[in-house]
């Protein structure tokens, strides 16, 4: 039988439980689930082939894992004491926070739990290359104006996508600057759109023009040359999906980063409206708060 085990967000385990098809067993926000693997808004980590290991003591505990791989997250439910003992028995693990644009790790993470004091649940394999999927950054925390520009860095650390020198981007909802702040440091010519003004340095950027009015007025056909449409504008989802609808249908085939942040209790039917949308995917930034990101990419660089 095939399993694959889904860690869910620290604050989403609800969302991860209703999204999940075929759960067998619960860790509290791991979850077993028969089958092949399953797209998943709200998994911050997927565990692949995710095996039950006896085991006789720490000892033997640390060599089954080691024989199969050097790094090893634990992740910890039940038995934590005993499952620090045997994580101090397994290879160190670099805790060293990310630098945007720095090569990524190379080496598969696994994770593993105790399940039961002589029981491993264990994967070699697993969809990030950082402990439980956690994107830790390096921070710059004088630059950005706002810390919005971690979700761009986390998006374009794990999508081999973005725009570059020769690209347009409309940043809607840009103020105080952090999306536009990372775009312009990419190349990138931005047109940043917000009822407030950006931070000064932005206003001055010679890559920004800043636009001052209402997002919702932008339409394709006055915008022709637009490359890329980012939205972080805080709005109803129901409004972000009216707006998209014309760019959509478009001649012009562009990239779409859209965050829809939720406002009503039960966000499901307009997700389920957004990911209709061919192509397109939804995911959970490890930067993302009450919200999700919504991505479409016609134009791979
Ligand atoms: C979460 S903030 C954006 C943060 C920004 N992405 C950054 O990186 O600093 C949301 C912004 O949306 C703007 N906003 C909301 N509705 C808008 C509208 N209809 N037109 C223009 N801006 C709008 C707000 O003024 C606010 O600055």
């Not at 038995?79 to 620090?84: E, F, G, T, V």
């Not at 407030?196 to 022709?224: R, S």
């Not at 990911?275 to 995911?283: C, E, L, V």
């Amino acid at each position: 039988m095939t399993l694959t085990a889904y860690l869910a967000h620290l604050d989403f385990k609800d969302q991860l439980a209703q999204e999940l098809k075929n759960i067998k067993a619960c860790y509290d926000r791991l979850f077993l689930c028969e089958g092949p693997y399953q797209e998943s808004i709200w998994a911050q980590n997927t565990w692949f082939h995710p095996e039950f290991i006896e085991i006789a003591s720490i000892g033997d505990a640390a060599k089954k894992l080691k024989a199969k791989q050097r790094n090893w997250a634990p992740y910890h439910y039940e038995h934590k004491s005993r499952l620090n003992l045997i994580a101090e028995a397994l290879p160190h693990v670099s805790a060293k926070r990310i630098t945007f644009d720095a090569p990524l790790p190379t080496q598969p993470m696994g994770g593993f739990t105790l399940v039961e004091p002589n029981l491993l649940l264990a994967a070699s394999r697993t969809s990030s290359p950082w402990a439980h999927g956690s994107m830790e950054f390096v921070e710059d925390k004088t630059s950005p104006p706002s810390r919005a520009y971690l979700k761009l860095w986390d998006l374009f650390t794990r999508m081999p996508i973005r725009p570059g020198k020769n690209d347009l981007c409309l940043d809607l909802g840009a103020s105080p600057g952090g999306w536009t702040w990372v775009l312009a440091h990419l190349g990138a010519k931005v047109i940043a759109v917000d009822r407030a003004p950006l931070q000064n340095d932005l206003m001055e950027h010679p890559l920004v023009t800043f636009k001052k009015g209402d997002a919702f007025k932008f339409n394709p056909k006055d915008n022709p040359e637009i490359d890329w449409v980012f939205s972080d504008l805080i709005c109803y989802p129901e409004k972000l999906y009216d707006f998209l609808l014309p760019w959509l249908s478009d001649s012009k085939q562009r990239n779409f980063v859209l965050t829809i942040k939720f406002q009503g209790e039960n966000p499901y039917a307009i997700l389920e409206q957004f990911r209709s949308i061919a192509g397109s995917q939804i995911i959970h930034l490890y930067h993302n708060k009450h919200e999700v990101t919504w991505l479409l990419f016609h134009n791979p660089t």
